[in-house]
């Protein structure tokens, strides 16, 4: 997973079959980051999308909320944010630890809307 600082530059967020790109506001812990990554790739390789554009459903794993308003304004770039990519070949072997109620709620509501 590639993080960097960015200012908003809307050609910089996609989707390129391997790869996707997302810009936020504020950076998601890394477990949030990494489910987010994992369900996405998991959809796309099911046929189970719920958007045409993988980047906007990246948008809402990232952000935990059903609509892509509320996932806008919940983690939505004004002028600059972090710019988040993540590709299906990346694996995870090392140990996350979950930190805080929320983040535990974030994941759940993630889990439950791949249902």
Known sequence: MLI????FDS????FDGECVTQIVSELPEEVLLR???YLLFKRIEQGTTLLRRPELEFLL???GEKEIRRAKERLGVRKEGYLVTCCKDELYSREVKIENRVTRIALSRN???IL
């Open 11 to 14: 050609a910089k967020i996609g």
């Open 4 to 7: 960097e600082k960015s200012f």
């Open 61 to 63: 794993l990232l952000s």
């Open 35 to 37: 489910q987010a990554c």
């Open 111 to 113: 889990a439950l809307f």
